[in-house]
């Protein structure tokens, strides 16, 4: 089956890489965001996001006459809906974004075309939510229409790099939309294609980010368990991940993102007496910043009054998001404990975040800082030198809570270093 024009709804960290890689190829495609102000920068030249590549690949679209932005949504072959899901205050699924996406589509839906849902979502979201809004079209999905439901499934820094390589799971409501979706990605997906029913491509997604924050989860309680027994949790993960059939992850300030803290939970809401494991391990990741705060006034003899450097606020290292990020959260933290935070971000050196003192240059967060706090291993964090550092601070602990810096090194450098679960 052959498509020529796609309408993106939503041009976020997925929709905005998805819309120009099918611009690069030739298809007729428009990225719809229902925000003005976003679509306005787009329009002049101005990504609202950071991913590498992106800038090159957006701006050749655009010249190519390929892509358009617009705050409408436009009849289509196609129509994607790459629109975020995060959750209530309750860690309920806000499918708002979803539910207003669908409607919106239902006045330019003509039969033969082809419907996609990328949000990562509930099990069902597809079937119970989505189809029911496009058939009040009076089209009947999987007759009139195809629809199926495909997961991005990228890692923020590499999106561009894993849109193409990455296998693609495609879920249709029946083999006609799945086969459909096939033949749509194949216009620039090099990776394995799978097909399967649409409900099944929902769990997939959710069972992989799950599984990773699991993971992740037992890496930071082994992190606690070596500080209460005095083990370098680094070298203790190093040698036990030479075991054939073990794979430990990094402990770190806590699991953030739009992506692993969240979908886990659309889990634990759809079957609370049964995702029990998801929900314990969800609870350990969210507790980390906390834990990592009383290791930092524990270095610092007390946060009351102190003057805190902190290295980083985004989610994770190399990347200019700090939704959910427990950088963040630590930060936040700090200063309840009587701490006065100093933050550098330097992908984001004005995030307007409330209550959060952000500074724009490595040399004013550390001037008068009492303790210097890596809390996200950007690398031109990680390259930082501490005889240069020495220079720039009174600072007289380092608190190195990624495991980036050399201990050895910022000691000789005259600092009392610490870290999580850390002793060499
Ligand atoms: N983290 C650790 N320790 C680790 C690895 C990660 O503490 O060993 C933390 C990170 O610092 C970050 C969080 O976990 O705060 C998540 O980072 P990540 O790099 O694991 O994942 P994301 O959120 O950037 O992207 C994930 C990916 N999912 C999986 O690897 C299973 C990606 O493939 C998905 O497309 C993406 O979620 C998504 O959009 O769902």
Not at 47 to 69: C, R, T
Not at 76 to 95: G, H, S
Not at 140 to 158: I, M, N, Q, T
Not at 281 to 295: F, G, H, K
Request: hydrophobic fraction near 45%; include cysteine; charge should be negative.
């Amino acid at each position: 089956m052959e498509f020529k024009s796609v309408c993106i709804i939503g041009v976020g960290y997925i929709g905005l890489p998805t819309a120009s890689l099918f611009a690069s190829k030739g298809l007729q495609v428009t990225g719809m965001d229902i925000n003005a102000e976003i679509i306005n920068g787009l329009k002049a030249g101005r990504l609202h996001i950071f991913e590498p590549g992106l800038g090159d690949l957006f701006h050749n679209a655009l010249q190519s006459g390929h892509l358009a932005v617009s705050t409408e949504v436009v009849p289509a072959d196609v129509f994607i809906i790459a629109v975020p899901t995060p959750f209530y205050e309750d860690k309920k699924a806000d499918l708002r974004a979803v539910v207003s996406a669908a409607e919106s589509i239902v006045p330019h839906l003509q039969p033969g075309n082809l419907v996609i849902l990328e949000s990562t979502s509930p099990p069902r979201t597809t079937m119970d939510i989505v189809t029911p809004i496009l058939e009040a079209s009076g089209l009947k999905a999987g007759v009139d229409f195809l629809l199926a439901y495909s997961p991005e499934r990228v890692l923020p820094g590499k999106i561009l790099q894993e849109l193409v390589a990455n296998a693609r799971v495609i879920g249709g409501v029946d083999r006609a939309s799945a086969e459909a979706g096939r033949d749509l990605y194949r216009t620039f997906v090099e990776g394995e294609i799978i097909l399967t029913d649409a409900t099944t491509a929902e769990m997939v997604k959710l069972m992989e980010n799950t599984s990773r924050d699991f993971n992740i989860a037992i890496a930071n309680e082994f992190a606690r368990l070596a500080q209460k027994f005095d083990v370098d949790i680094w070298e203790a993960i190093g040698i036990a991940n030479l075991h054939p059939r073990v794979q430990i992850l990094q402990p770190g300030v806590g699991v953030g993102g739009h992506c692993i803290s969240v979908d886990p939970w659309f889990l634990v809401e759809a079957a609370p007496e049964t995702a029990r494991l998801i929900k314990t391990a969800r609870e350990v990741n969210d507790a980390q910043p906390a834990y990592v705060t009383d290791l930092v006034e524990r270095a610092s003899n007390g946060l009351e009054d102190k003057i805190v450097c902190q290295l980083g606020l985004s989610f994770k290292p190399n990347v200019d998001d700090l939704r959910e990020s427990p950088a963040v959260r630590l930060a936040q933290l700090l200063t309840e404990k009587g701490a006065q935070v100093l933050a550098y971000e330097p992908f984001k050196p004005d995030a307007g975040i409330a209550g959060i003192e952000q500074v724009d240059s490595l040399e004013a967060a550390l001037i008068e800082a009492d303790v210097v706090l890596l809390a996200v291993a950007h690398d031109q964090f990680r390259d930082l030198k501490p005889q240069e550092i020495r220079g720039k601070t009174q600072a007289e602990v380092v608190f190195d809570a990624v495991r980036a810096w050399d201990k050895a090194d910022w000691e000789g450098a005259g600092f009392r270093f610490y870290g999580l679960a850390r002793k060499y």
